[in-house]
């Protein structure tokens, strides 16, 4: 039994780090706030926890079937498609003057993390999905094999996101404030391209009913 818990834990752990490693919107903006503050990714992956560990447990007990419902994605795509718009135009803000500031945005790390895993559409498709099948797996091994499974997921998404906002701040300060600069204008151009996808899908199923 421990010998299978501890495959699964492992197997659990490079599924989780490959999805929170993979380039979006949350990664942008730890780099972006993380040219500010090097610790800026341990408040975005707290916000980030604050959504998604109640939905580890709303999964567990069968609500993961609302985002297939009709209507749902579309909804969640519009608004989260918009939500990236104005951080982005908050990123874009942020160039003018002599420093760069990463809260141009006016929202802090941690209401940073709430709102854009909130909003992220294929944060709700992929534990609908992938973290389902997870979360079934774990739920084999009690509530004490649930919650490890779920602190082992929520630590892979701390280290990631921590090390992102670190790497960023000492690149800022190390290269100035040009770096800090190509930085935004980056972090901003990710959170159009994820803005515009997110609306055009809505548009696309909403359009092919």
């Given at each position: 039994?421990?010998t299978a818990f501890a495959q699964f834990l492992a197997g659990a752990a490079l599924i989780s780090l490959s999805g929170?490693?993979?380039?979006?919107?949350?990664?942008?903006?730890?780099?972006?706030?993380?040219?500010?503050?090097?610790?800026?990714?341990?408040?975005?992956?707290?916000?980030?926890?604050?959504?998604?560990?109640?939905?580890?447990?709303?999964?567990?007990?069968?609500?993961?079937?609302?985002?297939t419902l009709p209507g749902v994605r579309p909804a969640v795509d519009i608004a989260g498609g918009a939500v990236l718009?104005?951080?982005?135009?908050?990123?874009?803000?942020?160039?003018?003057?002599?420093?760069?500031?990463?809260?141009?945005?006016?929202?802090?790390?941690?209401?940073?993390?709430?709102?854009?895993?909130a909003a992220n559409p294929y944060f709700l498709v992929w534990w609908a999905t992938v973290g389902a099948s997870m979360?079934?797996?774990?739920?084999?091994?009690?509530?004490?094999?649930?919650?490890?499974?779920?602190?082992?997921?929520?630590?892979?998404?701390?280290?990631?996101?921590?090390?992102?906002?670190?790497?960023?701040?000492?690149?800022?300060?190390?290269?100035?404030?040009?770096?800090?600069?190509?930085?935004?204008?980056?972090?901003?151009?990710?959170?159009?391209?994820?803005?515009?996808?997110?609306?055009?899908?809505?548009?696309?199923?909403?359009?092919?009913?």
């Amino acid at each position: 039994m421990e010998t299978a818990f501890a495959q699964f834990l492992a197997g659990a752990a490079l599924i989780s780090l490959s999805g929170v490693m993979a380039p979006g919107p949350l990664s942008a903006v730890t780099v972006g706030k993380g040219s500010e503050s090097p610790h800026a990714g341990i408040f975005i992956v707290i916000g980030h926890g604050i959504v998604e560990i109640p939905l580890m447990a709303a999964v567990l007990f069968g609500f993961g079937y609302v985002v297939t419902l009709p209507g749902v994605r579309p909804a969640v795509d519009i608004a989260g498609g918009a939500v990236l718009l104005l951080m982005a135009i908050g990123m874009f803000r942020g160039l003018r003057g002599s420093a760069v500031t990463a809260v141009s945005d006016g929202r802090s790390p941690l209401a940073a993390g709430v709102v854009l895993t909130a909003a992220n559409p294929y944060f709700l498709v992929w534990w609908a999905t992938v973290g389902a099948s997870m979360v079934m797996g774990a739920s084999v091994f009690g509530p004490a094999g649930m919650a490890v499974f779920m602190a082992v997921h929520w630590l892979c998404d701390f280290g990631w996101s921590w090390a992102l906002s670190a790497l960023s701040y000492r690149g800022g300060r190390f290269f100035g404030d040009r770096f800090q600069k190509a930085v935004f204008a980056v972090s901003g151009v990710i959170l159009l391209v994820f803005s515009g996808t997110f609306i055009y899908e809505a548009v696309m199923s909403l359009v092919s009913r």
